[in-house]
């Protein structure tokens, strides 16, 4: 996992190929299934997205003979067939981990696949859809008990300076205005597009809602809370 974290991915696949072999050689079938994962991401993080999908397959094959109800394989390859261009597959397996989660509680963090099914449909042309999804997407984050410490470490201090900022702070708008560019680097362009909305005057979140992931919702409703 370390050498995973450090994008060593030559080492990560040493290792978790090692656990494999101990996996079955002590018949651990739960832990097999796991490396197997650990392979796929390991996998997609080196670019290889034809080995992760193999990695992934084996795991949800191993997962179904022994716990049918593991959702988070069908997730990742959801996503790893949407990262593909592969939509009618993505969205089979988005299904299958949908008619699973649906059954329990927020703790299965639902907001993730409702927000695969939301790229997907909007991937297919289905803007309506996509907007329909996302919501679900977002009412689900904002009604889990620990959503506020799923949040990233630079936020709390983020929400207060772009609340100043549209508040017409100048200080605080040339500090936002240069945190705007990263946020869209790490592929936040949701969040920075409704920020700038919300300094050029746009006040009503249903209106500003309507394109944002499910996290970046939530930090704009905070902005809101703290201007109201």
Same mark, same amino acid.
């Given at each position: ?35 197997? *994962?650990? =392979? #796929?991401?390991? /996998?997609?993080?080196? $670019?290889?997205?034809?080995? &992760?999908?193999? !990695?992934?397959?084996? @795991? %949800? ?53 409702? *927000?695969? =099914? #939301?790229?997907? /449909?909007?991937?297919? $042309?289905?803007?309506?859809? &996509?907007?329909? !999804?996302?919501?679900? @997407? %977002? ?90």
């Amino acid at each position: 996992m370390v050498a995973e974290k450090a994008q060593n991915w030559e080492e990560a696949e040493r290792c978790y190929r090692e656990e494999v072999r101990i996996s079955e050689q002590i018949q651990d079938w739960s832990g097999l299934a796991g490396s197997f *994962n650990h =392979l #796929a991401r390991v /996998a997609e993080g080196a $670019g290889r997205l034809d080995d &992760a999908e193999r !990695w992934y397959l084996r @795991a %949800q094959e191993t997962k179904d003979k022994i716990n049918p109800s593991d959702f988070s394989t069908l997730g990742n390859l959801a996503r790893l067939y949407l990262s593909k261009g592969r939509l009618t597959e993505a969205e089979q397996y988005a299904q299958r981990a949908l008619v699973i989660i649906e059954t329990l509680d927020l703790s299965a963090e639902p907001w993730k696949i409702y *927000n695969t =099914l #939301a790229k997907i /449909a909007q991937a297919k $042309g289905n803007a309506q859809e &996509a907007a329909q !999804w996302r919501r679900k @997407a %977002q009412e689900s984050y904002f009604a889990y008990p620990g959503v506020a410490y799923q949040l990233p470490q630079w936020a709390p201090a983020f929400i207060q300076t772009v609340a100043a900022a549209v508040q017409g702070n100048t200080n605080a708008k040339s500090e936002v205005e240069k945190i705007l560019p990263k946020l869209e680097a790490r592929g936040a362009e949701d969040l920075a597009a409704a920020i700038r909305r919300m300094i050029a005057g746009e006040r009503d979140f249903e209106r500003l809602r309507t394109e944002l992931a499910y996290q970046s919702a939530y930090i704009i409703r905070r902005i809101l809370a703290v201007l109201s």
